[in-house]
């Protein structure tokens, strides 16, 4: 099938109980292992490609990139989509280049200003078949440009989403409820620790989404900054030369129970990220006379694939949903 839009995804999602991953996505390897994985367990999944992805691959490569991927899996729905486009120009120029869904991300800004510059996006992509994504509230932690320090996050304000998502006509809707984009979500002194010595972070606000499902029924809801960040791709980075300490992520338990409710689509870069460069820095250790970029891309892969896996069937519970 060709690359489809969100829109038919989340109804689905909305009503199964499920939420459909979006990996952001950098070079072939990444897309081949995450839709390797999708593919096999027939999930439904979103490709997300942001402002730096762009910058670092190429828009042309990307989207080559993912029309390969659908050619090669063509038993289950892929999405195209922005993350965090910042500007009308970005979002008019992808959805001009392929892409099926966008972001407009202009959380940072007021309310009122905010709503002018999605409903423009909006305008623009419902046009052309595009579905566009918003952001209410803002997230603390750094993802490519986007970047919030600690302390000045704010979390989604419930009273506000009804005349936003009326304003606007967005098609769905990225709440703050306390994911953090990043590999450091939270500072040590926002948690506890568990008898490992193990980071243990503060629940995500579950009363902030329910009460946002209360007043948007049947709207489709968007985490991002929900990677979890595991201890042991973690520790691979560390024990074979990396600096990562106190790197904590989002449980994967309450991201589970969010996908049961009305969030249909969950953002995961940073367990990519650490997932590849941890079984990158253990191939080098253990092969040093190796030089050929085939031998260690090639586990590092296998470990994007896995790493899927895994959310499809653990976190986002989409497996055979496709």
Known sequence: MPLVSTKEMFAKAYNGGYAVGAFNV??????????EAAGELKSPVILQVSKGARAYANHTYLVKLVEAAVIENPEIP?????DHGDT???CKSCIDGGFTSVMIDASSKPFD????????????AHDHGVVVEAEL????????????????????????VEEFVS???CDSLAIAIGTSHGAYKFKASQCTRNADGILVPPPLRFDVLKEC????????IVLHGSSSVPQEFVK????????????????EDQLREAAKLAVCKINIDSDIRLAMTGNIRKYFAEHPDHFDPRQYLKPARQAVKDMVAHKIVHVLGSDGKA
């Open 78 to 82: 892929i999405a195209l989509h922005l």
């Open 213 to 220: 499902i209360k007043r948007l029924p049947g709207f489709p």
């Open 88 to 90: 009308f120009e970005l």
């Open 167 to 169: 304003r606007t006509g």
């Open 236 to 251: 691979m980075v560390n024990q074979y030369g990396g600096n990562m300490p106190d790197a904590i992520g989002i449980p």
């Open 113 to 124: 200003e905010n709503i002018a510059l999605t409903r423009k996006v909006v305008e623009y």
């Open 26 to 35: 950098n070079n072939m390897e990444i897309v081949q292992g995450i839709t």
């Open 137 to 160: 509230g803002t997230l603390a932690g750094v993802e490519d440009e986007v970047s919030v320090e600690h302390g000045h996050e704010s979390y989604t304000r419930p009273e506000e």
